[in-house]
């Protein structure tokens, strides 16, 4: 059964991490962003800002060999887990952040 899970990945890789999952076979990848505007010089530019930056979400079923090869991608530093195993996000979560809608 397919679930939610979260992977912290280093600096700005989470376009990387998002692209490797998706060549895993990943379908629903999210890194979820807003926009603001933002005036500068009296001129003004759309800014994407990372709601939670250096995570990535991605529904999957986590059997071993999924969590061997996330596990190894390499701009991948952790899963959130519990006890070293991988801990999917709890539905208050997923509610929380979103996450159905991508």
Request: aromatic share 10%; proline share 4%.
């Amino acid at each position: 059964m397919e679930k939610w899970y979260a992977v912290q990945t280093f600096t700005n890789q989470e376009e990387k991490v998002r692209e490797k999952l998706i060549k895993l076979g990943i379908i629903n990848v999210a890194i979820p962003t807003t926009t603001e505007i933002i005036t500068k010089n009296g001129k003004e530019k759309i800014k994407t800002i990372k709601k939670y930056p250096n995570y990535v979400f991605f529904k999957a079923e986590m059997t071993a060999q999924n969590w061997h090869k996330i596990k190894n991608i390499q701009e991948v530093m952790w899963f959130t887990n519990v006890d070293a195993i991988p801990a999917p996000l709890t539905d208050e979560e997923v509610l929380r952040l979103q996450l159905e809608k991508f």
